[in-house]
């Protein structure tokens, strides 16, 4: 996938990697037995799977819907927006968490300790439904300005510039923030100060939050919703943060001040056009 996406975002040979990615890791998980473990996050249930030695990631059991049908059904919606309605929003945010999620518990299975292939992954995956959405490729790399060379490059998270006088996106890609945080506000302060203030609305996608504890098998969520607010009111300022399996405490952060309005990413593909500035 990795290949075909350096090739291009918006390519068939790109989409059938996905879809090849995701077979082969449905494969993966079809070896070993799917099991219930605890849950520590109120109103969440969740699994993993397990193999003699391992146990993979925690599996949100109302997300998880590994039915390759759903994937064909949003390509073809992505295919041809014009004349093939989306699925709803709960859908796209159900089969998107499937494909990830199948993924990274593969890998959890297969190679121990592996934290980075997950990771380089989802930047993949995500950055190829956001681009097929978007109708436009990424980029990664920002001119600045600077005194003795103006022909400066910075390495930044996916930037989608959809054209003059279009909507421009700053999207960085984790499967989840931890300590590391921070770093989605101070990436959007270096873009503003460089742009303009919200020239690029940051719009951060993450898969999850939750930690498993192997010994206990207990599944717990590690969230820091006053230090984000704290980080929105001082830092900079995010349009939105979209995650697959949103942590309950970061939805009510749209009620404080400042707001920051956290949402599932299903829901990106039905209001990406709405949202301001331009």
Not at 53 to 70: G, Q, T, V, W
């Amino acid at each position: 996938m990795r290949r075909q996406a350096r090739n291009g975002y918006l390519t068939a040979a790109t989409g059938d990697a996905v879809a090849a990615t995701y077979h082969a890791a449905l494969d993966v998980l079809s070896r070993y037995q799917r099991v219930q473990v605890t849950s520590r996050v109120a109103g969440k249930q969740y699994d993993a799977f397990e193999s003699d030695e391992k146990l993979s990631r925690p599996i949100n059991r109302a997300l998880y819907d590994p039915r390759p049908e759903r994937w064909t059904e949003l390509r073809a919606a992505l295919d041809d927006a014009e004349n093939t309605p989306l699925p709803a929003a709960e859908e796209i945010t159900k089969t998107l968490y499937s494909m990830a999620i199948s993924f990274c518990a593969a890998i959890d299975l297969l190679k121990r300790g592996d934290q980075k292939t997950p990771g380089t992954y989802f930047e993949y995956f995500v950055a190829f439904f956001f681009a097929w959405r978007v109708r436009t490729e990424p980029q990664n790399r920002i001119q600045v300005l600077n005194i003795d060379d103006e022909n400066t490059e910075l390495p930044t998270d996916y930037l989608f510039n959809l054209g003059r006088g279009q909507r421009k996106f700053h999207m960085p890609i984790k499967t989840s923030t931890r300590e590391r945080a921070i770093m989605l506000w101070a990436h959007q302060r270096l873009l503003d100060g460089v742009y303009g203030t919200e020239r690029f609305m940051g719009t951060p996608v993450l898969l999850a939050e939750t930690k498993m504890d192997s010994e206990r098998r207990e599944v717990t969520e590690i969230c820091t919703p006053e230090q984000w607010r704290l980080y929105q009111m001082y830092i900079a300022r995010l349009q939105r943060i979209y995650y697959l399996d949103m942590p309950t405490a970061y939805g009510a952060l749209a009620n404080q001040f400042p707001p920051l309005h956290v949402r599932p990413f299903g829901q990106f593909f039905h209001e990406w056009n709405n949202l301001a500035p331009v």
